[in-house]
């Protein structure tokens, strides 16, 4: 029996890769999907973290990613960059996109990076660090599958389409807010049915387009967007932006194309960066200006969003990431048995 | 008396148009403003149709907007474009810099226009229709006054914050929404007061930070943010890309800078443009397939955003705008006494 072990972020790192590898995929898609993998377990983001492993290889296993993917960069000068992931997972082709999207940025005030062909299943949220990490200010979007019905609507249409913000602020962590436009993630709903407990109403709809507190029902029906029609109308918003804009899959075509939630999606992501020195154009520090803001938020007792992954972190800086015995049991059995040991 | 009236569009513009000049505003002012006026009374959006005027007036009469100001453009041929409204009304300025928003967003993908030192009053869909109007698509976005407190906080700090966002539908009315990020709008609760009926939960705290349902404490309190935490990171978002990044005020600042919310609010606004065939590059018809997700949402029954707006347009422009005796009693007064008749 394996033991509850503590790593340190870069063993963890290797051991997460050391899997990708094995499965097949290439060093610079296995690097992207372990530092991802590794960020959620770093910031406390269960969600995110080793948990995300298994359901990366099941869809590889599934033949519906490509592991060996060379994302291509097209860069025609405009303040439009994009990469073609060619099937891979997204963050390889966010890596290779990143640099260039920052830089257009810098030189243009705004850019976008257009992510197309990718499979994902990272959170948004370490990307947009990259970016306030380069000084920008970045907003990023993705459809996702058709588990939410629109506001006012009977059937499962938009997807929980993430959408993730971040603004630099220097010598500090970042403001960075990442989230599903789902009232509540599926997962949640999941964690309901198994603990016999009603859903907060709001949450779902059941298959006939009805109100349900019941989570089976719910799982046979349909989620809800957050904030009724207001949150409804953002996330028909990314279906547009970052589905039939760019070229890539809505919800529903993302669905229609695997027949099955229970892979993980493919379809495309919209990133925007901005130079805050650039829009500012000498009127005043905008550093500054917003310190005084989200000083002024966090004096009122109101929590910054990310606050508690961003404390997470520093623990894990300072003293390491603790796996229990069966998730590190998980990381043992794939990295000697691969594909093989993957349901 | 003065009888009810049915005018056609020009009619009410033109009546519109004559009070602004009367009251001293240049030709490209007041016919900016007369214009989102207008659509605002031919779209059936009383709050943003004529009844608006007096408030203008009102800040004009208060010194707090220049009358005269002859919005400037800047290019510098990048992808943000920026017009400084000299402390005039912000229609104006965004007449002056949308024909080239659109262009830059045609010739890089993606575009920004910044309007500075502005006095705000109109909705933003009126401007995110002009973009949709030249095949973009577009987001809009500015701070107002502290009257919301953000989630999990206890006092006024953010404003009502709109953020609107269109999508060009070919020979369609575009895809249109635009929505503040509070909960409810102030007049709402201004409404529920008059008529002593108590507030929806959720929708405001008193002056100690305790949620209230009683109007008058809420007016005497801070408003909230739809959808929580989410809607309250947007919120905060808007503060920080449409005021501390564009080097305007945010809505403390705002606040502080005319020390009342009795007058309207001087401050910025961005505003995003995209050309979706630039966007897609070839991958597929960006509209077909937006096509395909929209009507996959009316077909369901969930009324798609602007709709009941866009029907009101189509009576106006066949059967002209039925105004109040009050209200063209109101015109009347304005146009024979100006600023004169404004309290």
């Excluded at 990613?65 to 060619?86: H, K, M």
């Excluded at 390889?92 to 940025?105: I, K, M, T």
């Excluded at 389409?161 to 509540?184: K, L, Q």
């Excluded at 961003?310 to 003293?319: G, N, V, W």
């Amino acid at each position: 029996m394996t033991e509850a072990v503590n790593l340190s972020i870069p063993q963890l790192f290797d051991a997460v890769e050391a899997i990708f590898l094995r499965c097949g995929l290439t060093p610079q898609q296995a690097g992207a999907v372990a530092r991802v993998i590794t960020a959620g377990e770093r910031d406390g983001c269960k969600s995110h973290g080793v948990y995300r492993i298994e359901g990366c290889l099941r869809t590889l296993k599934a033949g519906k990613v490509v592991p060996q993917a060379r994302p291509e960069l097209a860069d025609d000068g405009s303040a439009v960059i994009r990469v073609d992931a060619g099937g891979g997972f997204s963050p390889a082709a966010f890596e290779l996109g990143a640099p260039v999207l920052a830089e257009r940025a810098r030189a243009q005030g705004v850019a976008a990076l257009v992510i197309n062909s990718c499979v994902h299943f990272s959170a948004l949220w370490p990307e947009v660090e990259v970016l306030t990490g380069q000084g920008c200010a970045a907003m990023a979007m993705c459809p996702s599958y058709a588990t939410v019905a629109p506001a006012g609507g009977t059937k499962a249409l938009l997807g929980t389409n993430p959408f993730a913000f971040g603004w630099p602020r220097p010598g500090r962590m970042p403001y960075v807010f990442d989230f599903a436009t789902s009232v509540a993630a599926r997962g949640e709903i999941e964690l309901h049915r198994r603990a016999g407990t009603p859903l907060p109403e709001g949450w779902a709809i059941d298959a006939q387009g009805h109100p349900t507190t019941d989570p089976a029902a719910a799982l046979g029906g349909a989620m809800l967007p957050f904030g009724g029609h207001k949150g409804s109308a953002i996330s028909t918003m990314i279906e547009l932006l970052a589905g039939a804009m760019i070229g890539d899959m809505t919800s529903p075509e993302a669905l229609a194309f695997l027949g099955s939630d229970k892979l993980l999606p493919r379809h495309g992501e919209l990133i925007l960066a901005f130079s805050p020195e650039r829009f500012a154009s000498g009127l005043g520090d905008p550093f500054a200006r917003a310190e005084t803001l989200l000083d002024a938020i966090a004096g009122q007792g109101a929590r910054l969003p990310s606050s508690r992954r961003f404390s997470a972190r520093t623990r894990a800086e300072a003293d390491g990431i603790v796996l229990t015995a069966d998730e590190m049991a998980m990381l043992v059995r794939l990295r000697d048995q691969g594909l093989d040991a993957v349901q």
